[in-house]
Structures are given as C-alpha cells and as structure tokens.
C-alpha cells in the first residue's frame, strides 16, 4: 500500500507542532537543546530545530520560544541554565551579531561550571571551525536533501550522549584557558562587526571621485 505524500508531510508537521504545543503549554519545561547560530545559517536552524522536534529532542531558540512582554535577555539566561547542549550552527561565512556574542559566551561559560553541559558545533557546508570552539568535536551538515537524515543521526547523539565524560574535570578551576576563550568569542564579534562597517563604508578612491 503506497502512503500519499500529502499524508506524511502532514504528519510530520503535526508532530512538530505538537511538540512545540508541549513545550508552550508547560513554562517550567527543561529543553535538551539550546539552538545558537550565526546570522548567515538561520534558516538551516530553523529547518534543524523542526526535524530534531519530530525525533522527540526539545529544543529552544530565539525564532520561536521568546515569550512577549518579558524581558528577553532573561529569557535567554533561562533558558542558558535549563539547556543540557548546546548546538552552535555556524554559517559558511560566519556572520555574527551582538546576540550571539551573548549566547554563544553564555553557553561556554557553563560548560566550564557544569561539567554535565556539552556545546556541539554544528558547521554547516564548508565552514570552519571557529577558535573558541576548537576543543570541542564538531558535527558537519551539509545543506540538502540528506539534512533530515543529519538531523536524525544528531538527535541520537543527544540521546545517547554520555553525561559528566568531559575533558574538564568537574573540580578543576576556570583559569587562563577560560578567559582565553571569553576573549576569542568577543575578538571574533569585533572582526565581524568591524568587516561589516569596512564592507558598508565607501572607499578612499570613491570619496576623491565625489
């Protein structure tokens, strides 16, 4: 018996959706996973954050668990502390913003104080691996038809993870390699922000001809 593809479309949107119902309805609810990106990989995060819903993973992110009419930079420090990963989505070009400074410096720092907390970067296509994450084993996606089957091996890494396994011992105390990496996520924000105004700003020559 062949199953119409309108059917399982529809039914795969329903289990997303009755996923992301749960999660509303119960406030107090922990998510599994924390969904950060760079601004050049949002839409893959979104596609991410549906197809790990339908593998029974739940997730919070910016585009669709901010609550109206509460503060949202507490809103995100909840979120933060309640997370036990962290999926950093790094776009090809890596383009950052202020809020992912934010998110990506808070998920580091309580990886260093809670050693059951994992960050897992997420390099979309041929993105490289940004400095501060390098101690960290990535997971590759590449844009596509196969992304579902990416997203599905993912949530099975996130079920089956092995918890209080890191390279930092839970005793061990947050010293210069910490502060080396607080250091590398804001020199990364400045470069960004600091191409972008170079990029926006006419050149010397156009400022003669004018």
């Known amino acids: 018996m062949r199953v119409p593809v309108g059917s399982v479309a529809n039914t795969t949107?329903?289990?997303a959706m009755a996923f992301r119902m749960a999660y509303h309805m119960n406030r107090d609810h922990m998510p599994d996973v924390f969904i950060s990106y760079s601004a050049d990989a949002k839409k893959l995060a979104e596609r991410l954050a549906n197809s790990l819903q339908e593998e029974?993973?739940?997730t919070w992110s910016?585009?669709?668990?901010?609550?109206?009419?509460e503060r949202l930079y507490d809103q995100l420090q909840r979120a933060l502390d309640q997370a036990k990963f962290?999926?950093?989505v790094v776009g090809p070009r890596n383009v950052m913003r202020d809020w992912q400074d934010q998110e990506?410096?808070?998920?580091?720092?309580?990886?260093w104080t809670d050693p059951d907390k994992r960050i897992i970067p997420?390099?979309?296509g041929d993105a490289a691996t940004p400095a501060f994450l390098r101690s960290w084993a990535p997971f590759r996606l590449q844009p596509g038809r196969h992304e579902s089957a990416a997203a599905k091996k993912l949530a099975e890494i996130i079920k089956t993870c092995p918890r209080g396994e890191q390279s930092r011992r839970a005793d061990a105390p947050l010293g210069r390699?910490?502060?080396?990496?607080?250091?590398?996520?804001?020199?990364a924000a400045k470069q960004s922000v600091s191409s972008i105004v170079h990029m926006a700003s006419p050149s010397a020559s156009e400022q003669v001809g004018d």
């Open 104 to 111: 990506w410096q808070g998920a580091l720092e309580r990886t």
């Open 122 to 124: 997420v390099l979309v």
């Open 177 to 187: 390699d910490w502060r080396k990496r607080i250091r590398g996520i804001e020199s």
């Open 86 to 88: 962290y999926l950093i």
């Open 62 to 69: 910016d585009f669709e668990n901010v609550s109206p009419g």
């Open 13 to 15: 949107y329903s289990r």
């Open 56 to 58: 029974g993973v739940t």
